[in-house]
């Protein structure tokens, strides 16, 4: 399996695994960023600025939603008054047996990496707060993306317990979850009941078996309307 892995290109696979083979095997998918995305990457900018300088920092440009950000800048703020230490765009990478590897590391030694927009710790907490901006329509909460933060950052913070609050900057609306590690190596896992950990296993072995077979089903989804994957035959 040469590939790290990653929430994007694991929520890709869960999505669709002929659109995981497209643009991360055969490479025909060739990458674009929609106005949207771009949109997106410029109000993460402006929010990690923040997050290490200060509100005042930074010039928002768009009133609609400037409170709901702002507003979010201030409760990390109080975090940092109340001791935590904080840390924006933290990237983090895991061999998937508990040590950490560099972002750049190649596979085998590199198997998973996260970039955590906000993370934060305390010396006497003993849990670890992840923050992540999102933009657009609120969807339901994304266990894959905090499972893998946590199985990231586990090597680093040394903590088990993960509580993530996925922050909407569009509507102000705040979606909660919490996780608790308790593995060290994904092979190992016995899949349980209710655990976020369950979803990015699962994603994680159905990622290996589509490469140790060559099958990538096409997988019909809420996205296909917009998938850019020509050869498929949900179009």
């Avoid at 609306?173 to 092979?187: C, G």
Wanted: proline share 6%; charged share 25%.
């Amino acid at each position: 399996m040469n590939i790290v892995l990653s929430p994007s290109n694991l929520k890709t696979f869960r999505d669709c695994p002929r659109k995981f083979q497209a643009r991360y095997v055969t490479k025909e998918l060739k990458f674009t960023q929609s106005p949207a995305a771009a949109r997106g990457e410029q109000l993460h900018a402006l929010m990690e600025a923040a997050v290490k300088d200060g509100w005042d920092s930074i010039k928002w440009p768009e009133p609609g939603n400037l409170e709901y950000a702002r507003g979010f800048i201030q409760t990390i703020w109080n975090l940092k008054a109340a001791g935590w230490l904080v840390k924006a765009e933290l990237e983090t990478a895991t061999d998937g047996l508990g040590n950490v590897t560099g972002w750049w590391d190649k596979p085998p030694q590199n198997f998973m990496r996260s970039k955590i927009d906000v993370c934060a710790t305390h010396p006497d907490k003993d849990h670890v707060i992840v923050i992540d901006w999102k933009t657009g329509k609120a969807y339901d909460t994304d266990l894959i993306q905090l499972a893998v933060n946590a199985l990231c950052l586990y090597p680093i913070t040394g903590k088990t317990k993960y509580q993530a609050m996925f922050a909407y900057l569009d509507s102000g609306t705040v979606k909660d979850a919490s996780l608790e590690i308790d593995i060290l190596h994904p092979a190992t896992y016995e899949l349980k009941d209710n655990s976020p950990l369950t979803d990015v296993m699962l994603a994680i072995r159905g990622v290996k078996k589509a490469y140790d077979e060559n099958q990538w089903p096409a997988t019909k989804n809420r996205f296909c309307n917009w998938c850019e994957v020509q050869a498929c035959p949900n179009k």
